[in-house]
């Protein structure tokens, strides 16, 4: 099930080449109240067995073509957004080339994923949205990464039940200024990285049935029409379980956070004017423009 949230903040599922309202026959039922936001309706759809009865009978409807629908980020204000640092060997040899950062080679799983940061939620766009590269910026590259949305509250989870807590996948890109304040510096995360428009989620949510393995399928990015990165999420050094387990020994994951799980190799600087398309199979695509700040 690929549930969207589009046009006039509305929630429904994408089938095909379709999209159905899924939003009436929710509140109608009692699942959602009016003006339901995105974690509400993650929240009663991953908790609530009669809520996607409810969501997959709205389905019968006609909708409308998707073509016609305005795509929006499938969660505009999560709870949390965490994003894993460094999580792709490959990835961490082109950094430790281009700024210098430390060497993680030692590191055990758990010393890497404490370098977990946070994004804002004001940093988010959706599908064809732009990317407005700041003033101040020299150099900001895109990272395309599997994130998984937590469905059902977990604290102290184990990996072997740590799945059990998503509700699905989506796509996050996680724009990042690397200067200034990148090189040699690992404390300015969240200001590199959380500039307005600086992570872009979409196309929509896939259910977890529909990826029922997320350390098995791949990412494929172009920018300005030319292959710039192919990857397979069997190649984290830190997987959605161990990230879901960890985090959940520290603090409460609630329904509508995000885990994002890290960028393989092959980022690149942006620039204005650049056209960015990246796909995870069993997800899907989107697209994103470039523009520098006015």
């Known amino acids: 099930m690929k549930i969207c949230h589009y046009n006039e903040h509305e929630a429904g599922v994408v089938e095909g080449e379709r999209v159905h309202p899924i939003g009436p026959a929710l509140i109608g039922a009692g699942h959602l109240r009016q003006g339901y936001t995105m974690q509400e309706v993650i929240e009663r759809l991953a908790n609530e067995p009669a809520a996607m009865r409810c969501a997959r009978e709205a389905m019968k409807g006609r909708g409308l073509p998707l073509a016609q629908a305005t795509l929006l980020a499938p969660i505009e204000n999560p709870p949390s957004l965490w994003c894993a640092a460094a999580n792709y060997k490959d990835h961490q ?29 004001s940093s988010i766009i959706g599908p064809g949205g732009t990317i407005v590269l700041p003033k101040i910026s020299k150099h900001v590259d895109y ?32 724009i990042s200024q690397r200067e200034p304040w990148g090189r040699n510096r690992q404390n300015t995360r969240n200001i590199r990285k959380g500039f307005d428009t600086f992570t872009a989620l979409g ?8 990826l029922p393995e997320p350390q098995d399928t791949r990412i ?10 192919t990857a397979h999420t069997r190649d984290m050094i830190c997987g959605v379980r161990d990230h879901i387990r960890f985090l959940s020994a520290a603090l409460t994951l609630r329904p509508g956070d995000l885990i994002t799980t890290g960028t393989p190799a092959g980022v690149a600087k942006l620039a204005p004017g650049d056209k960015l398309k990246g796909r995870i199979e069993r997800i899907g695509e989107m697209t994103l423009g470039v523009e520098g700040e006015k």
């Open 220 to 229: 494929h990015v172009e920018l300005n029409g030319k292959h710039v990165m």
């Open 93 to 121: 040899a082109e950094m430790s080339a281009a700024s210098g950062g430390p060497d993680r080679s030692d590191y055990t799983k758990d010393d890497l994923m404490a370098e977990f940061f946070l994004k804002p939620s």
């Open 143 to 174: 990272e395309c990464e599997l994130c998984a949305v937590i469905g059902k509250s977990a604290r102290h989870v184990s990996e072997a039940q740590a799945l059990e807590h998503v509700f699905g996948y989506t796509i996050c890109w996680d």
């Open 203 to 210: 196309p929509w949510i896939v259910t977890r049935d529909e």
